[in-house]
């Protein structure tokens, strides 16, 4: 059908186009042969009437004088008027010159070979105006009747030429109007034109005919060429219909392993239950909606009694089904409404909400102490544990997530201190706690000036090899008058208190001073590392400090490695503009804890870092716990195929060192090899491990 359109609209197109190009051409010729011929008939006027100036123009003038009385206003005959009409007459014997009419500078009609036109008024026309200002105009005009000197003419084509009569010296005396037949020539013009137009007509019709073979043989190639498009788009539809399943296919499994990747990073792994990531969000969320309805809710910080000795006297394994007992158990006795989540370890933590009397929380407190006080059945194994609960109220004793489990923590804290197995409200009145903060605090602060505070550095060796690859700088202090403090006390304090910003800096100059230290005592330390806490990205001046340490150090930025929280690269702002200037400053970035918190693979590949630390709570399960294993295989897997290196902290058996090992796993680190020292005892122990 469509083959056909196309034949059919060339047709009519072609046929209408030769037709406009033919009556084109043919306006056009016989446009310009009449032109031409007025031209020529002009060039002959104006000839002719040279002649009669040169012949005749002395005969004229008398003719003139002698038509004019002084008392008439117009020309009549004189008397030898036909003489000259006869002189005029025989002179034009010969030509197509078939009128000849003179007039005066005041456009009277004074000579005309027909003599009922002497006396006619020409003033107002505009060829005898041209001519009398020395411009001859003729014109073609067809005339049904026209009277000549031959008699009259009928269907007669004529130019008429008005000529100025100029004398030798150059002024126009008259004007002189003739008329010339040129209807032979405008007649063979015509045929001419005829003849032209067959021809072109005849030729046009040739070329259509040829253009109309060349279409019906494009119809023909188009026609297969079509089925053969067709036919490969049904081909193309085929394969995206199979493509098209495959995709969705893989859409399916990818968005499986998201969830599961979702589910594990929301949940812990073991016990199914929401982990601390998840149970913040969601006691936020609890949080508003009490805040919105002005009601209470109590958070329920819960730390099992007795439950190291089981894993110390039967094994992790036995330690991990009492947790899953332990989980099944506080779930089937809470509200569905209720939140728990195991935040680690043998600490649990849960969200009572619409609470209208505070003993209501605690009699529900008690209940839990008393369902875990049963003993559990675990592989034959009659297991008895207990329970110290802390509670506190929302927003009676905080109205933020953070305050709310620190507060529920310290509850949970002073119930253990009251004797285990029981449950305590935080209260304000918890002055120990309070007091023993507020000094430590004081203390921390003055700890750097006082020259307290030391690095000591734990050292990192090569799975493969053994050989010492690097250092990780951690801070300690002693206090004159507490000792040593451990750096779990503190360095949250820090956090808190916002001290963290100068005692990171701290420790981010003294590592870098160390570091050259070493070097220029020849001791070539190839990277050290320093953690980074998550108030210092948020102070917004993390970039500039790192490099006003490295410039008044003069540490090489590549001997740097900055060791970030997974859960600070999702949380704090603008993490990965940040970590792009570091990338940018040259110092090495690290990921650390990895696998505790919560980082899509799309948003980790754009991340400029180089290794992935795996988290010591995972290590610590290596060959009691299949799913930390599992754990760190994806770890590892994962970083290979993102090119990163992976660190594995914690460390303390052989049986550890040779699953990682085994596993591919690029660095260790942790007391197998050696606890954090000192500067100069770390010094000793490079150069023994690099002998």
């Known amino acids: 059908m469509q083959s056909f359109n196309l034949t059919r609209y060339f047709s009519t197109l072609s046929f209408i186009l030769i037709v406009m190009a033919g009556g084109a051409l043919g306006a056009h010729f016989r446009d310009n042969a009449t032109r031409q011929l007025v031209a020529d008939a002009e060039q002959r006027n104006v000839a002719l009437t040279q002649v009669f100036r040169n012949s005749l123009w002395s005969r004229f003038t008398r003719h003139v004088e002698l038509s004019y009385r002084r008392d008439d206003a117009a020309p009549r005959q004189a008397e030898d008027g036909g003489a000259l009409r006869a002189a005029v007459v025989g002179m034009m014997a010969g030509t197509a010159v078939v009128k ?47 009277d000549s000197f031959e008699g009259t003419l009928s269907d007669l084509d004529v130019v008429s030429s008005y000529v100025p009569v100029v004398l030798a ?11 010339q037949d040129v209807t032979a020539t405008l007649r063979e013009i015509d045929r001419t034109l005829w003849r032209l137009s067959l021809a072109v007509f005849a030729v046009l019709a040739i070329l259509f005919l040829l253009q109309l073979v060349v279409v019906r043989r494009a119809q023909g190639i188009l026609r297969q060429q079509s089925d053969a498009l067709e036919e490969a788009n049904r081909e193309l539809d085929r394969r995206v219909r199979e493509r098209t399943a495959e995709l969705e296919a893989e859409v399916a499994e990818r968005r499986g392993a998201e969830a599961r990747l979702d589910h594990l990073a929301h949940h812990d792994p073991l016990t199914g239950l929401p982990n601390r990531l998840m149970f913040f969000e969601q006691l936020g969320k609890s949080i508003a909606l009490a805040a919105r309805a002005g009601r209470q809710l109590a958070v329920l910080f819960i730390d099992l009694d007795r439950f190291k000795e089981v894993n110390d006297t039967l094994g992790h394994a036995i330690g991990d089904e009492l947790l899953v007992a332990v989980t099944h158990r506080l779930a089937s006795h809470l509200r569905a409404g209720d939140a ?49 609960i802390g509670i506190c109220l929302y927003p009676g004793d905080g109205e933020d997530v953070a305050t709310l489990v620190r507060n529920a923590d310290t509850a949970m804290y002073q119930a253990k201190a009251h004797g285990r197995g029981r449950s305590h409200f935080y209260t304000a009145e918890m002055t120990v706690y309070a007091q023993e903060r507020i000094r430590l605090e004081g203390l921390l602060r003055r700890a750097i000036e006082a020259g307290e505070l030391e690095l000591h550095y734990q050292l990192k060796v090569a799975a493969a090899s053994g050989r010492p690859t690097g250092a990780e700088a951690l801070v300690r202090w002693r206090n004159a008058e507490l000792g040593a403090i451990a750096p779990i006390r503190f360095i949250p304090l820090a956090e808190e208190t916002g001290f963290i910003g100068e005692l990171g800096e701290w420790v981010l100059r003294e590592a870098c001073r160390q570091m050259v230290a070493w070097r220029a005592a020849g001791l070539v330390v190839p990277r050290v590392a320093v953690n980074l806490s998550v108030k210092q990205i948020e102070r917004g001046h993390i970039i500039e400090t790192v490099r006003a340490a490295l410039d008044d150090t003069g540490l090489d930025p590549a001997a740097l490695e900055l060791e970030i929280t997974e859960s600070l690269i999702m949380n704090a702002e603008d993490a990965l503009g940040v970590l792009e200037q570091f990338h940018r400053l040259g110092v090495h970035l690290a990921i650390d804890d990895f696998g505790t918190g919560y980082s899509s693979l799309a948003y980790l590949k754009q991340l400029p870092v180089g290794t992935l630390k795996i988290d010591r709570a995972f290590v610590v399960g290596i060959g009691a716990n299949a799913g930390d294993e599992a754990i760190i295989r994806t770890i590892v897997a994962l970083a290979r195929s993102l090119g990163l290196a992976t660190v594995a902290e914690g460390v303390d058996s052989q049986p550890q060192f040779d699953f990682l090992r085994a596993l591919g796993c690029d660095e260790i680190q942790g007391y197998l090899f050696s606890q954090p020292l000192p500067a100069d005892e770390f010094a000793r122990k490079w150069r023994a491990c690099a002998a």
Not at 114 to 133: I, M, T, V
Not at 169 to 179: F, K, Q, S
């Open 100 to 146: 000849v009419k003179l007039y005066n500078r005041d456009g009277l009609t004074v000579f005309s070979t027909d003599p009922a036109q002497l006396g006619e008024d020409k003033r107002a026309n505009a060829g005898f105006r041209s001519a009398l200002a020395g411009r001859p105009v003729s014109e073609l005009t067809h005339r049904n009747s026209f």
């Open 169 to 179: 010296d150059g002024r126009v005396e008259g004007v002189v109007e003739l008329y």
């Open 340 to 388: 728990l989540a195991r935040l680690g370890g043998d600490e649990f933590i849960c969200v009572v909400e619409d609470i209208t009397d505070p003993r209501e929380v605690g009699i529900v407190a008690e209940k839990l102490i008393a369902l875990l006080s049963r003993p559990f059945g675990v592989h034959d194994h009659e297991l008895y544990i207990a329970a110290s």
